[in-house]
């Protein structure tokens, strides 16, 4: 049985910066480079930069 081919996108998830625990999950193209952008944390009421977390497992 052959291999699956591997996605072209992946799901990736960003973490506030603010420490809050607080993330935003979004589809990327898996050749590109790692995200980050400035979102809204709700719990802290601010915009921050959330940057996108090393995957953990496998």
Excluded: N
């Amino acid at each position: 049985m052959a291999k699956k081919a591997k996605s072209r996108v992946v799901i990736v998830r960003l973490l506030s910066q603010a420490m809050t625990g607080f993330f935003y999950s979004f589809r990327r193209p898996r050749a590109s480079k790692p995200m980050s952008m400035l979102k809204y944390d709700p719990i802290v009421r601010k915009h921050v930069l959330f940057l996108e977390q090393k995957r953990k497992g496998k």
